[in-house]
Nanobody, 122 residues
């Protein structure tokens, strides 16, 4: 059983910062890409940032320059540093991890966290 547990959300004033964390645990052979999505009320879930096992990153255009994704492979943890928060960043943030369960398996699966609420007040 694989679990992803997020932390670090909360209520922040516009212009403030937050650091979200997501730790994966369970029967894991390797973790490929990890990343963060967000979903605001009435909107579709959208990709915020993604990082490969080798550290290559991708960011949504709407957050470039304000958000940094990083990971600690020794802890199976991905982080999202969000600066200069705006009210439009208000959303539930979900982490995901593309995980291979078994050594030698060509297959991997996406696992998701339960989501953490980020609310930015103006």
């Amino acid at each position: 059983q694989v679990q992803l547990v997020e932390s670090g959300g909360g209520l922040v004033q516009a212009g403030g910062s937050l650091r979200l964390s997501c730790a994966a645990s369970g029967r894991i052979f390797s973790i490929n890409a990890m990343g963060w999505y967000r979903q605001a009320p009435g909107n579709q879930r959208e990709l915020v940032a993604r990082i490969t096992s080798g550290g290559r990153t991708n960011y949504a255009d709407s957050v470039k320059g304000r958000i940094t994704i990083s990971r600690d492979n020794s802890k199976n943890t991905v982080y999202l540093q969000v600066n200069s928060l705006k009210p439009e960043d208000t959303a539930v943030y979900y982490c995901y991890a593309d995980i291979t369960l078994n050594s030698g398996s060509p297959f991997s699966h996406d696992y998701w966290g339960q989501g953490t609420q980020v609310t930015v007040s103006s």
